[in-house]
Each structure stands twice: as structure tokens, then as C-alpha cells.
């Protein structure tokens, strides 16, 4: 009977037995010998009793407080190794459905450090670090990863963890081991994907947001650290949505000034701008959970950005139209509709969902309307030439319609096609000749004036707005196609296109400003909107249906 319930019970540890079993944990597990010579002369089923017994009969105070306490970490790791090591290494699909030796190995592992965390939590951490270190293992990439995942699957907080592996990073990058910084970028791309991640603050990824803009700044393939951007660019683009909102807005307003106050080469500043555009990816300028968050933040955003439209560099330009449409953007993927200048049917159906709620954001652009307008005016005027870049101002305006469909929007946007249509408008052979040395340019601009002109037709849907549109649309097609969608590089006319002004052809002021009158203010009756028309296509349950199936049910 004395046997049997010595068998069954738990009796803790005391101070000297504990230090005692570490003692032989650190010589079962072979901790003095050199890495080479180690792992066939590791007593791994000895090594993981003694383990259990110390992870499950010592009490939680006297780990903290043994010297040896590292040890035990670093034991559990020499095990952990090679019951990786071992399970990927099996040659035979055979073996891996053998028991693995150290298949205990992980769930000891951690449960030594659920021992000691939060309270040892960065000397857990810097233990492994040092580890993985000591034993150069950084090159065998995919032990360092589930070693780390190993961690990662604690409930200890892992801010610190990715903390400390930028810090081993810059260690790195002082010492020039350009070879281990790759290794280093490439474990934590690794372990990042794993969302398990929590509490990670912007001013954490502050390190590894330089070091991917000094990589990009240097520009040239011939340097070694030119050659790790994509690693930066990758970690930071997976961390992004892993931040909270207010951090995620405030890590975007960080990286501003850095691509376009930065002075930097248009390929590095297209190369940065597109780790911007993915952070805007994930923002929008108006959060109904977070009202004052983005109420603060977004008016700042908005005119930073319009500033950058004005600039005289077309880079500079193109790429802050691009972020503000990241940000206008719901997830609804509008913007797909808008890759090129395109008339809008009134009886055709697109895949636009129009916002509902929109209201903040149409005061923020009542506040920050006569600045929108300048900017675009003095972007088109200046940076337009390139079809490329006319098909961003044009997605630009679209998106601003598709998201704030109010009658605001309408107006302001057809008052800047009006201005823009006068700016690039001639009257006269000789004129045109002396204002455009390519009239193509002028052709592109007042098709893509169209195509926008036939978007608003095509949202509010009113009757006298129609009527007028579809009139200038119609005497284009006759006269001058050339002025109506899509944008081409060259344009052909023949004998009976009209190649002066013609009122006809061009959008008039009070034609246009009596249309929006009709709608908003005296509501006309709006022409209604189109079915969205199921095709048969091969995944189509229809087609499973007997040929005379539908005949049939209509009666035919």
C-alpha cells in the first residue's frame, strides 16, 4: 500500500533537488559538448524525464529564483532541435509513422516556459536568441522558425519577441553579416505569417521601417544591403494588419514624410510608395468605431496628401493620388472599374456598390473642397501627358463619386470637368496648333471628361442629366469619335469628323448646372436601375437542369 500511493503522489521539489536535476539534465543532454559531436551522445530518454520531472514537480518560485534557470531553457532547446532536426530529416514515409524519441520534446519545452513567463519573459527570450546564435543555427532556417513558433504558441505577450529579433537585425547590420541579416529576414517572414501576434505597437516597426528606407535610398543592386529591401518590404507589409487601428494610423502617418518629403530617385520613391499604398489598404479616412480617431487624424491626411498632388514632380503627384484612393476605398473593389476611361450605359449593369453612410466624409470634403479642386487642376494641367497618369486622376474622381454619392460630390466634380474641359479647349485651328503639339493629349483629356461625366449620369440617375449627356455622347459618335473613350495613343480621323469647336460637341455650364438643379434640388423622377443579368456559365446549377426543363416551367 506504501508503494502504491508513493507511486501516485506529486511531491514537490525542493531548492537542492531542483538544482540537482538540472545538474543531470545538463549532462543527460550533452550541454558542454561541442554542437558537432553533441546530438549522438544526447541521452534523450533520460534527459526527458528528468525534464518532465522538473517542469511538473518543481514549484513555480524556485525556477525563477535557481541560477541554473537558463540551463533549463537551453536543455529544452538542445531537445527541441533535434526533435525537429529529426522529424524533417526522416528519409522513409515509413519512419515519420514511427513515435519520435523526442516527440515529448515541445510540450516540455513549453511548458518550462510558461514556468517563467511574464515575469522572465525577456530572459526567456534572450536565452533562445543566444541559442540560436551560439549553435549558428540562424542559416537552418526552418528549426529557428518552429522553435519560435514553439513560443509564439504561449500565452506570453510577443511584442517583445519581434522587438528583439529587429534589435538582432541591427546587431547584424553593424557587423556587416549581410549573410545572417538575410537568414534573420527570412526566419521572421516566416514566423510573422503565424498570427499569433498581439500588442505589437507602430513605434516596434520604427527600426525596420529605416532600414527598408535606407536599403531602397541606395539604389543600386552593386551593395548588399540594397539587396535585403525585399526582405524589409515583405515583414513590413505582413505586420501592418496585425496592428491596432489606432497604432496602424499612426505607423501611415510616420511613413509620409519619408516617401515624399524624402529627396530620393523616382524608383526608390515608387519602390517605398508601394509599402504606403498597402498600409492605405487597410485604413479608411472614416471608421464609425473609431469617430474621433479618424476624425483627428483624417482632415491631416487628406491635405498632406493634396499638397503632394500639387507638386511639380509627376512622381510625387501620381503616387499621393494613388494612397488617397487607397484610403477613399471601402474593400468593395471599385476601384477595378476605373482602370481606364470607360462611357457608363445608363441600362448596363456594373459591379459598383455605392456607399451608404457617407456623411463624414462629405463634410471633410466640403472643408477641404477649393484645395481638392486646385490641386487636381494644377495636377492635370501639369502631369496629364502621360496616358498612364491621366488614368490615375481619372480613377481618382471616380472613387471620390463612387464613395461619396451625394449631390455635393456631382457638383463639385462636374464644376472641375467644366474647368478642366475650358482649360483644354480650342476654338480654332491655329489655336489648337499653338496650344497642343500633340493633340492627342487634348483628345484624352475630353474623353476622359466623358467617361466621368458618364459615370455621375449613371449614379444619380436623372432624367434631364441623361437626356443632355447621352446628346453630346451621341453627336461624338457621329462627328468627332475621337472625343469619346477609351484613350488611345493615336487617333485617326476621317473626312467628316469635325476638327474646330463645335458647341455640340462640348459640355455647356448652364446645361449642366439646370441638369444638377433637376436633380437635387427639385428631385426629379430617376430612371431606375439596372438588373444585374446571370450569365450561364459552366458553374451555373441552371445547366444541370434537363434541356426542356425551363421551356417547361415558362410555359413554352
Not at 527570450?125 to 509564439?152: A, G, P, R
Not at 509620409?256 to 498600409?279: K, N, Q, Y
Not at 470634403?365 to 494644377?378: D, K
Amino acid at each position: 500500500m506504501g508503494r502504491l500511493s508513493a507511486l501516485f503522489s506529486r511531491k514537490r521539489l525542493t531548492t537542492a533537488e531542483t538544482r540537482l536535476l538540472v545538474d543531470q539534465l545538463k549532462i543527460s543532454c550533452g550541454i558542454f559538448l561541442d554542437p558537432t559531436i553533441r546530438s549522438p551522445n544526447i541521452q534523450e530518454t533520460r534527459a526527458l524525464k528528468i525534464l518532465q520531472k522538473i517542469v511538473t514537480r518543481s514549484q513555480r518560485h524556485i525556477i525563477q529564483y535557481v541560477p541554473d534557470r537558463d540551463a533549463i531553457i537551453e536543455c529544452s532547446l538542445i531537445l527541441v532541435q533535434n526533435y525537429v532536426a529529426h522529424l524533417r530529416l526522416r528519409p522513409s514515409p515509413l519512419k515519420r509513422c514511427q513515435r519520435e524519441p523526442f516527440a515529448n520534446a515541445k510540450v516540455l519545452f513549453q511548458a518550462a516556459i510558461d514556468l517563467l513567463v511574464p515575469e522572465l519573459l525577456n530572459e526567456v527570450i534572450d536565452t533562445i536568441l543566444k541559442f540560436l546564435q551560439t549553435e549558428n543555427l540562424w542559416h537552418v532556417e526552418f528549426i529557428c522558425v518552429e522553435i519560435l513558433l514553439f513560443v509564439l504558441e504561449c500565452q506570453a505577450p510577443s511584442a517583445p519577441l519581434l522587438s528583439k529579433l529587429i534589435d538582432r537585425v541591427e546587431r547584424f547590420l553593424q557587423l556587416s553579416d549581410i549573410g545572417q541579416v538575410r537568414h534573420v529576414l527570412s526566419v521572421l517572414q516566416n514566423v510573422i505569417v503565424s498570427q499569433r501576434w498581439d500588442l505589437i505597437e507602430y513605434s516596434e516597426l520604427s527600426k525596420l521601417l529605416r532600414f527598408y528606407h535606407t536599403s531602397v535610398m541606395i539604389g543600386t543592386s552593386r551593395n548588399q544591403i540594397y539587396e535585403l529591401r525585399r526582405g524589409f518590404e515583405k515583414c513590413l507589409k505582413d505586420l501592418v494588419p496585425l496592428l491596432s487601428v489606432a497604432d496602424r494610423y499612426g505607423f501611415f502617418v510616420m511613413m509620409l514624410p519619408l516617401v515624399f518629403d524624402t529627396d530620393m530617385s523616382d524608383e526608390a520613391r515608387i519602390e517605398f510608395g508601394s509599402t504606403v499604398e498597402h498600409a492605405a489598404s487597410y485604413m479608411i479616412l472614416y471608421d464609425p468605431r473609431n469617430q474621433k480617431l479618424t476624425s483627428d487624424v483624417s482632415p491631416f491626411i487628406v491635405e498632406y496628401l493634396l499638397q503632394c498632388i500639387e507638386s511639380e514632380d509627376a512622381t510625387r503627384c501620381i503616387l499621393a493620388c494613388k494612397v488617397l484612393i487607397k484610403l477613399l476605398d471601402r474593400g468593395q473593389h471599385n476601384a477595378d472599374q476605373f482602370q481606364s476611361p470607360a462611357v457608363f450605359h445608363m441600362d448596363t449593369y456594373y459591379e459598383i456598390v455605392l456607399a451608404t453612410d457617407f456623411t463624414p466624409l462629405q463634410q471633410l470634403l466640403m472643408e477641404q473642397r477649393i484645395h481638392l479642386e486646385h490641386a487636381l487642376l494644377q495636377a492635370i494641367e501639369l502631369h496629364s501627358q502621360r496616358k498612364m497618369n491621366l488614368e490615375v486622376f481619372y480613377q481618382l474622381l471616380c472613387t471620390l463619386l463612387v464613395e461619396v454619392p451625394g449631390g455635393f460630390t456631382a457638383s463639385a466634380i462636374s464644376c472641375l470637368l467644366l474647368k478642366v474641359q475650358k482649360k483644354f479647349l480650342y476654338h480654332s485651328i491655329d489655336s489648337q496648333a499653338e496650344m497642343f503639339e500633340q493633340p492627342q493629349h487634348a483628345n484624352r483629356i475630353h474623353a476622359t471628361i466623358m467617361a466621368v461625366m458618364t459615370l455621375i449620369n449613371w449614379i444619380h440617375r436623372a432624367r434631364s442629366m441623361n437626356a443632355y449627356i447621352t446628346s453630346v455622347l451621341h453627336n461624338r459618335f457621329d462627328h468627332a469619335p475621337s472625343l469619346n473613350p477609351p484613350l488611345r495613343e493615336q487617333y485617326r480621323y476621317a473626312a467628316h469628323h469635325i476638327s474646330w469647336y463645335d458647341s455640340r460637341l462640348f459640355f455647356d455650364t448652364l446645361e449642366i448646372r439646370y441638369s444638377l438643379w433637376k436633380c437635387f434640388r427639385i428631385l426629379e423622377d430617376k430612371i431606375p436601375k439596372p438588373m444585374r443579368m446571370r450569365s450561364r456559365s459552366c458553374d451555373d446549377p441552371r445547366r444541370q437542369l434537363n434541356g426542356g426543363a425551363l421551356n417547361l416551367f415558362a410555359g413554352m
